[in-house]
RNA sequence: GCCCCCAUCGUCUAGCGGUUAGGACAUCGGCUUUUCAAGCCGAGAACAUGGGUUCGACUCCCAUUGGGGGUGCCA
């Protein structure tokens, strides 16, 4: 193991850069700055139907904007690289071998449909543990390794079947497990990429990662993680679980209860050292409870030890008042400088501007018409509020269909484009059975607040993602919360 | 269902066997201010429950309850 400390953030780029990368990456910076250490970027694309190069980029982009530099990673290259798992398959699949001829993996020729099966059984028979059954651990390996050549089949971690496990966890000390209830984990599927489980132990390895710290959703695939190390013959890194971040609900935090994108707070205006200054009171606190600090001030204090265990609610409101300060604490200059370089550039102006120019008549007419492309939230005011809801339609209904928009067509969307909007928007009228004019008035005054404005995708194309979503969910919670009229019988 | 983790004000947390249980956000008062913010001052607000251990438990142990995570050819 390599004596100087290593760590790693190790994000997947499958949609919108999350706070939770940046909450990991930022105790994982701080620890390899501390002592001294390297810091490493590298991209989990293994998951070939959801990774993208978009995500990808908005994961560097989004990290930049913090101020979390990494020593080592896809773009800066290192002694380590690819820093790609996509790229390293070779690598992957030469591991795996070595694991099947020691007899510590095996090869799984089971269908999707007997998996289920196994499932449903297990299910049905209120079975102990769920999971694979072993039904291809008993192929003997001559055999196996003949069907291989032409079946279609995944290779298997041999876990121990019986006794117990103890794993380590920095923070929580010895956790025992038992290997009756943990199952073969698939390790290379069947396209021939390896599953996180494997990618994750090897690259950690390869990378000469020393602490690995992560959230707090990976302890209870610890077991497989340490069975790898053993069957490698490999030491296993100091490994420390960080506390999820939740929703005001407790639960782990998500999109629809929270905005999670790092895009969101970027454009919302908070500035990056706020918003690091706040996650780092996520779990942790400065010995000498100084609530205000800066990053290079978290690096020379951070202590994992120190880390609290309860999961802790990311609050908006604290956040915002922390951003405030950092805000008000800026001479005049700099607060320019910020907006500037975000709401006020040019180049964000000339993307309004060509969509107000021909709607106006005096400059003085611009703030007024371009307002609710500077500003959060809109306001509805009572004409707008009228307009949200189509004639014809209950509120119930568009509420659902709003809400529908939004989580199955939007949310996933990372080519915010005009064109691709309308495309989708098209569609999904044409799905439901929402007139074009109903749905985009509905959707215009949702996002401008207004029953007139600019071309609506173009409008929202300039709004952003984050934008758009913030308000379509809140003109849902309005829609939603407004009482159906009672319909009269025509007499 | 099963496995694992967790548990101090509404929220983020300090505490590491003996404290009037401290700070911050939020809330509510007051001061300041032409107003609104900001700022300052103040108030209310917590050790989930039950057993142990101990001279003494928020602190250690166990159970219960509650919350969370996992249980994928997703990460």
Redesign the pocket.
């Known amino acids: 193991m390599s004596d100087i400390v290593r760590t790693r953030i190790?994000?997947?780029p499958?949609g919108d850069p999350h706070v939770g990368t940046a909450y990991a990456a930022l105790f994982n910076y701080a620890f390899a700055r501390r002592h001294g250490g390297r810091f490493i970027l590298r991209i989990?694309d293994?998951?070939r139907?959801?990774s993208n190069r978009p995500s990808e980029a908005m994961i560097f982009d989004a990290l930049h904007w913090l101020g979390l530099s990494w020593d080592e990673g896809p773009d800066v290259g290192g002694p380590c690289g690819p820093y790609r798992q996509s790229e390293r398959g070779e690598l992957y699949r030469e591991h795996v071998e070595r694991l099947v001829a020691a007899g510590h993996a095996y090869p799984?020729f089971?269908?999707?449909d007997r998996?289920d099966g196994v499932?449903a059984g297990?299910q049905a028979a209120?079975?102990?543990?769920?999971?694979?059954d072993g039904f291809c651990r008993s192929i003997p390996p001559v055999e196996a390794a003949r069907r291989r050549r032409d079946e279609?089949?995944?290779i298997r971690l041999a876990m121990p079947r019986e006794g117990q496990c103890v794993v380590r966890?920095l923070?929580?000390?010895d956790?025992?497990?038992?290997y009756a209830?943990?199952?073969d984990?698939?390790l290379l599927?069947?396209?021939g990429?390896?599953?996180?489980?494997l990618?994750?132990v090897v690259d950690d390895h390869l990378m000469e990662i020393t602490h690995v710290i992560r959230a707090?959703?990976?302890?209870?695939?610890l077991p497989k993680h340490a069975q790898l190390y053993h069957a490698f013959g490999w030491d296993p890194p100091v490994f420390c679980?960080l506390?999820?971040l939740?929703n005001?609900?407790?639960?782990?935090i998500?999109k629809r209860k929270n905005p999670v994108s790092l895009n969101y707070y970027r454009r919302a205006g908070f500035l990056p050292e706020a918003l690091l200054n706040y996650l780092a009171?996520?779990?942790?606190?400065m010995?000498d409870?100084r609530?205000e600090f800066t990053l290079a001030e978290f690096a020379e204090a951070l202590e994992l030890e120190?880390i609290?265990?309860?999961?802790?609610?990311?609050?908006l409101?604290?956040l915002?008042?922390?951003n405030?300060?950092y805000l008000?604490g800026l001479p005049s200059e700099g607060l320019l400088e910020r907006l500037r370089s975000g709401l006020l550039s040019d180049g964000y102006l000339l993307q309004v501007i060509p969509l107000v120019q021909e709607r106006i008549e005096k400059l003085e007419d611009f703030v007024d018409y371009a307002r609710f492309f500077f500003v959060g939230e809109v306001a509805y005011d009572a004409e707008a509020l009228k307009k949200l809801v189509p004639k014809g339609r209950t509120p119930r209904d568009t509420a659902k269909t709003l809400k529908e928009l939004l989580e199955e067509h939007l949310d996933a969307l990372l080519d915010w484009q005009p064109a691709v909007l309308e495309g989708i928007l098209r569609s999904f009228c044409e799905r439901t059975g929402w007139s074009p004019n109903e749905a985009f008035m509905t959707l215009r005054v949702a996002v401008t607040g207004r029953p007139a404005s600019p071309p609506l995708f173009d409008t929202m194309a300039v709004l952003g993602k984050e934008v758009c979503r913030q308000r379509i969910r809140r003109a849902q919670e309005i829609v939603k919360s407004m009482k159906t009229p009672e319909t009269r019988p025509l007499t």
Not at 126 to 132: D, N
């Open positions: 190790a994000p997947s499958t989990e293994t998951d139907v959801r799984c089971c269908t999707k998996l499932r297990q209120g079975a102990a543990t769920l999971g694979y279609s089949h995944v966890d923070l929580r000390g956790i025992t497990f038992e209830g943990i199952d984990q698939v599927k069947s396209d990429f390896p599953t996180y489980h990618a994750n707090e959703e990976w302890l209870s695939s679980h506390p999820l939740r005001a609900d407790r639960s782990k998500s009171l996520m779990g942790w606190a010995p409870e609530e120190r609290t265990l309860g999961g802790p609610i990311f609050d409101e604290k915002s008042w922390l405030g300060k008000r």
